[in-house]
C-alpha cells in the first residue's frame, strides 16, 4: 500500500519491444516494431530507426501498427528519423493501422502532420 499522493509503480507487463526488417522491393526498407516503446525500450528503438535511416533505402517505411504502447520518448525518436530522412532525401513513411495508441500519442503531442502515415504497407505509395 502507498501513502496517498504517492503514485504506485506500474507492474510489469513483460510486453518489450521487438524490431524486424523486411525489404519488400528494391530501395525500400520496412521497420516493423511491435510491443512497448517507452522509457526502457526509446534507445533501441532510435537506435533501430538511426540504423535503418543509414542505409541505402530511399524509402522507409515504419510500421508501428503492432505497438502496445508508444510514449513519448518513442515520438522523440521518431521525429529525430523524420529530420535525418529529410536531410538524406529518404521518404518516410509511418503505418499505423489505426492503432489508437500510436495514434492518440501522435495526435496529442500535435506532431501527426509531420509524417506521412498509412493504415498498410501495401497502401504506401513508392517514394509516396
Do not use: K, W
Not at 513483460?14 to 523486411?22: A, I
Not at 517507452?38 to 533501441?44: F, K, L, W
Not at 495508441?101 to 504506401?124: G, K
Amino acid at each position: 500500500m502507498s501513502e496517498p499522493g504517492i503514485p504506485v509503480p506500474r507492474p510489469a507487463t513483460g510486453d518489450v519491444l521487438h524490431l524486424s526488417t523486411r525489404y519488400p522491393a528494391e530501395d525500400v526498407e520496412v521497420l516493423r516494431a511491435t510491443g512497448v516503446v517507452d522509457i526502457d525500450g526509446a534507445t533501441a528503438f532510435a537506435e533501430a530507426l538511426r540504423g535503418v535511416l543509414s542505409g541505402d533505402a530511399r524509402q522507409v517505411v515504419l510500421d508501428l501498427s503492432g505497438l502496445s504502447v508508444l510514449s513519448t520518448h518513442g515520438v522523440v525518436a521518431l521525429l529525430e528519423a523524420g529530420h535525418r530522412a529529410l536531410m538524406r532525401g529518404i521518404a518516410l513513411a509511418l503505418v499505423t493501422g489505426g492503432n489508437t495508441a500510436v495514434d492518440r500519442m501522435l495526435h496529442m503531442l500535435d506532431v501527426a502532420d509531420r509524417f506521412h502515415c498509412a493504415d498498410t504497407v501495401e497502401a504506401v505509395e513508392p517514394d509516396d
